[in-house]
């Protein structure tokens, strides 16, 4: 059994405000086999934005990024699976939304992607920008311990509670 990897991934507020688009991108993600271990609706605070994109701050785009993230609320989840950050990023797409539309149009940039900034989802880049971004988003996640005690439990057995967009094991 080869392990789980988790990765932090936001969907963007211009998605949320399309329940058709937030839907769609939810079955990519089911029927891509993330499981979705943890999952909430957030307006993003302005000081959760600044120490999320801390490495951006001196970047061009940096004041519409924060103020398009705080801008009404995301949908953020932590998605579990073997290559997770690899294969979200590879759904997500090119960064750029022309760059999307160009080289990857059915990928999630590709399709449901503004504008650069209002790119639809986010994904970390690595297992430590994983680990931190999880941990801004849900403080009272121990990370540590869900690879010892849950993340045997998140090979078989689960349920999608379809309602809270989250994927429940059998004992709790
Ligand atoms: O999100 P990703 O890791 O693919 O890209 P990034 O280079 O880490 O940039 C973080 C976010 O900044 C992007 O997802 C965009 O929302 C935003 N951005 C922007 O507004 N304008 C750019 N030219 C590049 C990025
Ligand atoms: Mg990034």
Redesign the pocket.
């Known amino acids: 059994m080869t392990a789980l990897q988790l990765t932090l991934a936001i969907i ?1 507020p211009h998605v949320i405000k399309n329940p058709f688009s937030l839907e769609a991108i939810r079955n990519i993600i089911v029927s891509s086999n993330f499981k979705v271990v943890k999952s909430k609706r957030k307006h993003i605070t302005p000081d959760e934005a600044e120490m999320f ?1 801390e ?2 701050m001196h ?3 940096y004041n ?2 924060i103020t ?2 705080t801008s009404g609320p995301s949908d953020v989840y932590i998605l579990a699976k073997e290559n997770a950050i690899k294969d979200w ?1 590879t759904l ?1 797409g ?3 939304v022309y760059k999307a539309q160009f080289e990857a149009r059915e990928s999630i940039r590709g399709k449901y992607g503004f ?5 639809a989802t ?2 970390s ?1 690595s297992p430590e920008t994983a680990k931190r971004e999880i941990g801004i988003f849900f403080p009272e996640f121990d990370y540590e311990g869900w690879f010892k005690t849950e993340e045997p439990k998140f090979h078989h057995n689960l349920k999608l509670d379809k309602m809270n967009f989250v994927h429940v094991t059998d004992n709790r």
């Open positions: 963007k994109y490495e951006h970047k061009f785009f519409r990024l398009f993230m990023r997500m090119p960064t750029k504008t650069d900034t209002r790119n986010h994904g880049d």
